[in-house]
T-cell receptor, first 116, second 114 residues
Framework: GNSVTQMEGPVTLSEEAFLTINCTYT??????LFWYVQYPGEGLQLLLK?????DKGSNKGFEATYRKETTSFHLEKGSVQVSDSAVYFC???????????????FGQGTILTVHP | DVKVTQSSRYLVKRTGEKVFLECVQDMDHENMFWYRQDPGLGLRLIYF???????EKGDIPEGYSVSREKKERFSLILESASTNQTSMYLC?????????????FGPGTRLLVL
């Protein structure tokens, strides 16, 4: 089956620190990979995505590279801000035909807190 | 901008009550989804729908049913609420086009079953 594993949280950083949140996956087929972010009191919103091996998704200073050889999609940011405090979810979607119909499989989420 | 709205942000219900959670999207999306979010478990798919009147079970459908009578509206029904259904419920929608598979989420409904 398909699954996503994220690093255990919570993660607590000081402002301007470097961020890495690890994500690895198991998938049958060729997945697209996503990072979603959930700010306090809100629903999830797409942060970035990559649809094939070696693609790099980027947005708002965050980056993640689709690594097929290590089945990973680690999220990184060079300098975090207090406003980045949120829950981050890694997810995959299988692109093959059949009955997937856009189903996403999520990791358990990683809580990030950034202090001034 | 795509907008997904959910009928309530907070709900308190009693064990055994029938509960309806409503979700509406305004972008003519084919696919709609219901998830529940629990700490340490991430999001788990309850049901999804890829067309009007069509539905598919997700990973945890037990105790839930759904209804999609119109393309823009997807309802989640708890036939007889139980305390283990206390959770955050998130609705999402997406197009079914390759490269357009981003899911757009509503703000969530936090349900407490007493």
């Amino acid at each position: 089956g398909n699954s996503v594993t994220q690093m255990e949280g919570p993660v607590t950083l000081s402002e301007e620190a470097f961020l890495t949140i690890n994500c690895t996956y198991t998938a049958t087929g060729y997945p697209s990979l996503f990072w979603y972010v959930q700010y306090p009191g809100e629903g999830l919103q797409l942060l970035l995505k990559a649809t094939k091996a070696d693609d790099k998704g980027s947005n708002k200073g965050f980056e993640a590279t689709y690594r097929k050889e290590t089945t990973s999609f680690h999220l990184e940011k060079g300098s975090v801000q207090v406003s980045d405090s949120a829950v981050y979810f890694c997810a995959l979607r299988i692109n093959a035909g059949g009955t997937s119909y856009g189903k996403l499989t999520f990791g358990q989420g990683t809580i990030l807190t950034v202090h001034p | 901008d795509v907008k997904v709205t959910q009928s309530s942000r907070y709900l308190v219900k009693r064990t055994g009550e029938k509960v309806f959670l409503e979700c509406v999207q305004d972008m003519d999306h084919e696919n709609m989804f219901w998830y529940r979010q629990d700490p340490g478990l991430g999001l788990r798919l309850i049901y999804f729908s890829y067309d009007v009147k069509m539905k598919e079970k997700g990973d945890i459908p037990e105790g839930y049913s759904v209804s999609r009578e119109k393309k823009e509206r997807f309802s989640l029904i708890l036939e007889s609420a139980s305390t283990n259904q206390t959770s955050m419920y998130l609705c999402a929608s997406s197009l079914e086009w390759v490269g357009q598979e981003t899911q757009y989420f509503g703000p969530g409904t936090r349900l407490l079953v007493l």
